[in-house]
C-alpha cells in the first residue's frame, strides 16, 4: 500500500468536506443534475477520445497508485549478483532451481536455462519492457484526458446554468436551482481534475519511471549473466542505475 497517496487522497477530500460543513450544510453542495453534466459528461467524452476496453482498464492500471510497490532497486542488484555467482559455478542450469520473486526477472532467468541465444533473450525481455511502459502511459494519457475534460464540463454546467437562470428571471422559485448547477458544475469538475485525476496520472508517471528503470536494470544483469560475466563487474554495471545519492562509495 503506498501510504502517501492513500494519506493525500483522504487528506484533501477530507479538507474539503470540513470546510464545507464548517461554513453550512453539506447537502447543498449535493446537485444530481450538476452530477450528471459532469461525472457523465467527463466520462462520454473520455469514451469519445478512447476506446472502451482502454478506458476501463485504466482504472485497473490506477491500482498503481496505491498498491504498487516496486522492488529496491538495491535488492535487485544483490540478487542478480548471488544469480551470477551460481551461474558461474554451475552453469546456467544451475540457475533453474533458484527461487526468484521478481517476475521478470524470473522470465529472464527461465530463458537462460531453457538455452535461448543472448539476441532472442534480449529482444523477449526488451518486448516486455516496451508493452508494459505503453499499457501504463495508456493508463497516464486517460486520467491526464479526465484531468482536462472535467473543468470544461464543468464550464459547460455553468453556462447551462446561467442560461436557465437567465430565462427565468421572471421566476424567483427557478433562479436558485439554477444558480446551483451554474456554480456546482465548476466545483466538480475543479474537484475531479485537481484532487483525483492529474494526481492520479503523476503518481502512475513516477511509477513508470520507476517500473522502466527497475526492468531496464533486469535486462542488463540478465545479459551479463549469460555473457558469464565477473558478478564485480555486473554488480559495478547495475549501480549505475542507481541515483547518485543512493550509489556506494567505492572503497579507498
Known sequence: MDLATLIGLVGALAAIAVSIML????GMFVNVPGLMIVVGGTFMVTLMKFPLSLTLSA????????????QKPTELIEQSVELANIARKEGLLGLEQVEVENKFLKKGIELLVDGHDSEFVR?????DINLTIERNEDGINIFKAIGDVAP???MIGTLIGL??????MDDPKALGPAMAVALLTTFY??????ALALPIADKLTHRNKEERINKSMILEGVSAIQEGLNPRVIEGMLQNYLPE????EKAA
Open 245 to 248: 545519492g543512493s550509489k556506494p
Open 23 to 26: 461554513g453550512g450544510d453539506f
Open 163 to 168: 442560461v436557465q437562470m437567465m430565462s427565468n
Open 189 to 194: 469538475g475543479a474537484v475531479i481534475a485537481n
Open 123 to 127: 529482444k523477449m525481455l526488451s518486448k
Open 152 to 154: 470544461a464540463m464543468g
Open 59 to 70: 482504472f485497473k492500471v490506477a491500482g498503481k497508485a496505491f498498491i504498487y510497490k516496486p
